[in-house]
């Protein structure tokens, strides 16, 4: 019923910049939030950045500064500009979006992208 299609991870160096995109499709009826998330080798997939209906952001404490999540409610999209990228930041990146939709109005779920890898290299 949602879908969402990632886009911009890649290979940089430390200190580089990437930005990822994500694109929700179906039938959204509503979106609460919309969010990175991360999942490094052998980790637990952690929070990175969040955004809710009214643009407000909230982010990790190990990207504060480093990142920023935005939004495009006419073509819900997400984006996530990373700068100043560490090698620990190397990760799959996920898109999270929470939702209702037109067949299942009030019923909110989480929906997930396929991931995109962002390597950072030393």
């Known amino acids: 019923q949602v879908q969402l299609v990632e886009s911009g991870g890649g290979l940089v160096q430390a200190g580089g910049s990437l930005r990822l995109s994500c694109a929700a499709s179906?039938?959204?009826?509503?979106?609460?939030?919309m969010a990175w998330y991360r999942q490094a080798p052998g980790k637990q997939r952690e929070s990175v950045a969040v955004?809710?209906?009214?643009?407000?952001?909230n982010y990790a404490d190990s990207v504060k500064g480093r990142f920023t999540i935005s939004r495009d409610n006419a073509k819900n999209t997400v984006f996530l500009q990373m700068n100043s990228l560490k090698p620990e930041d190397t990760a799959v990146y996920y898109c999270?979006?929470?939702?209702?939709?037109?067949?299942?109005?009030?019923?909110?779920?989480?929906?997930w992208g396929q991931g995109t890898q962002v390597t950072v290299s030393s």
């Open positions: 999270n979006v929470r939702a209702d939709t037109s067949t299942s109005r009030y019923s909110f779920a989480d929906y």
């Open positions: 179906g039938s959204i009826f509503r979106i609460i939030h």
């Open positions: 955004i809710d209906s009214g643009s407000s952001t």
